[in-house]
């Protein structure tokens, strides 16, 4: 069996957001990368698990320049056996897209693992593309995987429950919360992901569908006013008058 994980490069949910050349670029300085913890925790995990009781080769892919390589060498450490990145910078998905299919077209993975969505653009569109363009099925936003030869019981959350698939391999499925828990790569494996394969690939041609206009930070918060709660006037004339909400 064999299994493709898409590994994505994110912001540390605690770096400070600031923006360059006329608010059109995200400005790295200074800032921590991480792997995206949806890729990480859920779609990466639960394919190690699948490695560990059923055995699989795991195989990484992410987009970018070579400051991606610290980032997938941890996911190799996690336990990947070999990773590949193709070698462009744009954030448009259906470009990303463009390039996981055309990688994944005749490499025959059974299941393509992508996470619900990233925690910086937290776009979610990646797994659903991939899928069309593979002409594979596609299921989102699960919270359960299990494998029964060739056929997959998957667990989904739709609104005001769940719902359970069942599919066929090869599959497409993006992965949430529930999937798998987080692992910790020990001191073996990493050591041992100096060693493995990390192949550099350049970009096939695509088309980039979208383009960044500019980025806003969120107005700054407003400081709190505290009300004695002897004066109940004065905190329903502020409700009425500066919250409005009555």
Not at 44 to 58: F, H, P
Not at 88 to 114: G, L, M, P, V, W
Request: charged fraction near 25%; proline fraction near 4%.
């Amino acid at each position: 069996m064999k299994i493709l994980v898409c590994i994505s490069k994110t912001p540390d949910t605690t770096a400070k957001i600031a923006f360059t050349d006329n608010n059109t670029k995200f400005n790295e300085a200074g800032v921590q990368f991480i792997i995206n913890p949806y890729d990480e925790w859920y779609a990466l995990v639960r394919a190690l698990e699948l490695k560990e009781t059923i055995g699989a080769d795991v195989h990484l892919i992410t987009i970018g320049g070579a400051d991606c390589d610290p980032v997938i060498r941890k996911a190799l450490a996690l336990g990947g056996d070999e990773a590949f990145r193709i070698n462009a910078d744009n954030a448009d998905s259906y470009y990303i897209a463009s390039q996981i299919a055309a990688h994944a077209k005749d490499r025959q993975y059974d299941i393509i693992f992508t996470g619900k969505e990233t925690i910086d653009y937290n776009g979610s569109g990646i797994g659903g593309m991939v899928a069309e363009l593979l002409e594979l099925p596609y299921v989102s936003i699960a919270a359960k995987f299990d494998l029964n030869g060739t056929v997959a019981t998957i667990n989904r959350e739709i609104e005001g429950g769940e719902e359970v698939c069942e599919v066929s391999l090869p599959v497409v499925v993006s992965c949430q919360k529930g999937m798998a828990e987080a692992r910790i790569p020990n001191m073996r494996g990493i050591m041992a992901a100096r060693t493995k394969p990390l192949t550099v690939v350049e970009p096939v041609a695509a088309d980039a569908l979208t383009s960044v206009v500019s980025f806003e930070l969120p107005p700054a918060k407003a400081g709190v006013k505290l009300i004695s709660p002897d004066n109940v006037e004065e905190l329903v004339k502020l409700l009425h008058e500066e919250a409005k909400v009555i």
